[in-house]
Structures are given as structure tokens and as C-alpha cells.
């Protein structure tokens, strides 16, 4: 049975220390944050993340953005 990428121990332990990976996890949170600016979203707010993987950038994004996840 074939494994779903997102779930391949290699590509997650790669996502957590290679920095090509950790600067793209970077720009999405960036991304997620002019949304939220956009949508008037307040800062403080809640975010729910919904099957996106390992959480990672949920995880930038509450380090960047004062909200509860």
C-alpha cells in the first residue's frame, strides 16, 4: 500500500529542518496572514486548521499573528 506523501517520515522530518522547506512554510503563514488582514480578521482571533498536514504552518502562523489555534 502506497502511503500518502504528507505522511512519508522522510518528507515530514524534512519539512522540519531543511530550509527550503521551512521558508515555504513561511510564505504560506505570510499568505494566511494578509488573508486574515484582508477579511478584517482581528488580531486575537480564532484559527482552525483542518487536515493541512502536520501543522506546521499553523504553527508560524500563531508565531506571526497573535490568534489561538
Known amino acids: 500500500m502506497c502511503r500518502p506523501f504528507s505522511q ?3 518528507y ?5 529542518t ?3 522547506f521551512q521558508y ?7 499568505a494566511l496572514i ?3 488582514q484582508e477579511q478584517d ?3 486575537g482571533g480564532l ?3 483542518i487536515g493541512t498536514a502536520d501543522g506546521l504552518v499553523l504553527r508560524d502562523l ?4 497573535p490568534c489561538r489555534a
Open 24 to 30: 515555504n512554510l513561511r510564505r504560506r503563514a505570510e
Open 8 to 10: 512519508d517520515p522522510e
Open 12 to 16: 515530514i522530518a524534512q519539512r522540519r
Open 47 to 49: 484559527v482552525l486548521d
Open 62 to 65: 500563531v508565531e506571526a499573528w
Open 41 to 43: 480578521v482581528p488580531p
Open 18 to 20: 531543511l530550509r527550503r
Open 34 to 36: 494578509r488573508c486574515l
